[in-house]
């Protein structure tokens, strides 16, 4: 007996689509037309960039959601805030994929924990549903059209070769900035390690006063063969599975010892 096609080959799918940069960049516009091969598509992104805000929901004041468009909606809140009103009311059915990006820089090693573009796809995740994030490895949106022509090409691939109930599957993609013929190839990693973050910047306002601005991202400090970091640095998109369990099991019965 002949299989059912998978669910993208008869573009039946249903993708929502979320952001850090907010809903006017680049990024996200060219990650939801790539998607809309694949079926409907749903755009739930903040009004304003939220870069760096982490997991983060507003919960001290009302979030207000504009239409602006068929199937887009800004909300004047966090990707978190975004993805988790989509899947707890705004949205008339579950999709059956959450995106989020492509952002405007790389989101790697120690990056995932402070990235509102990976909390919007974990955020999903905890919902249930397959989540992925896209990221360029560099800022300024140079080879945008490749990076979302291989956003599509891992979607196709992944949804086709996904096994039917299973746990949520969590992925962080990072793609160099170049032409698609010139990618090495896509490899699954491990996240790195950045060394620590350079100071801050002081400076004194127009007023006199004293202002910081916080310091840049540490260097590599773990880019070694198997990393997000090292895949990228050779020309190849880097793909890392990721959890948010982060429990360090191996430390459970020590801790009971400090504090029996």
């Known amino acids: 007996m002949r299989q059912q096609e998978p669910a993208l080959l008869v573009g039946n799918m249903h993708i929502l ?10 990024g996200i516009k060219a990650l939801a037309q790539e998607m809309s ?21 507003t919960l001290n004041k009302p979030l207000t959601v504009t239409h602006v468009e068929d199937n887009v909606y800004v909300v004047s809140g966090t990707p978190s805030d975004c993805v988790h009103m989509a899947l707890t009311g705004l949205l008339g059915e579950r999709p059956d994929l959450v995106v989020s990006g492509i952002n405007c820089g790389a989101n790697m090693g120690d990056d995932t924990m402070y990235s509102g573009t990976v ?32 956003a599509g090409l ?37 996240l790195g390690r950045r060394h620590q973050a350079e100071n801050v910047i002081n400076e004194i306002n127009p007023r006199g006063m004293p202002i910081y601005w916080l310091g840049a991202a540490g260097k590599p400090r773990d880019a070694s063969p198997g990393t997000d970091f090292y895949a990228t640095q050779h020309g190849r998109v880097s793909v ?10 191996s430390l459970i019965s020590k801790a009971a010892e400090w504090v029996s």
């Open 17 to 26: 689509v979320s952001n850090d940069d907010g809903y006017t960049a680049a």
């Open 37 to 57: 091969r694949f079926g409907k598509v749903t755009v739930v992104a903040p009004e304003h960039n939220h870069s760096g805000s982490s997991n983060s929901l």
């Open 119 to 150: 909390a919007a796809a974990i955020e999903g995740y905890i919902f249930g549903i397959d989540s992925i994030a896209f990221s360029q490895t560099d800022r300024g949106w140079g080879e945008l059209e490749s990076a979302a022509k291989i």
């Open 154 to 190: 891992i979607v196709e691939k992944f949804t086709a070769r996904r096994q039917p109930d299973l746990p949520a599957v969590l992925l962080n993609v990072n793609i160099p900035n170049m032409p698609f013929d010139a990618l090495q190839g896509i490899e699954a990693t491990r």
């Open 240 to 249: 890392t599975p990721l959890q948010i369990d982060l429990t360090d099991h």
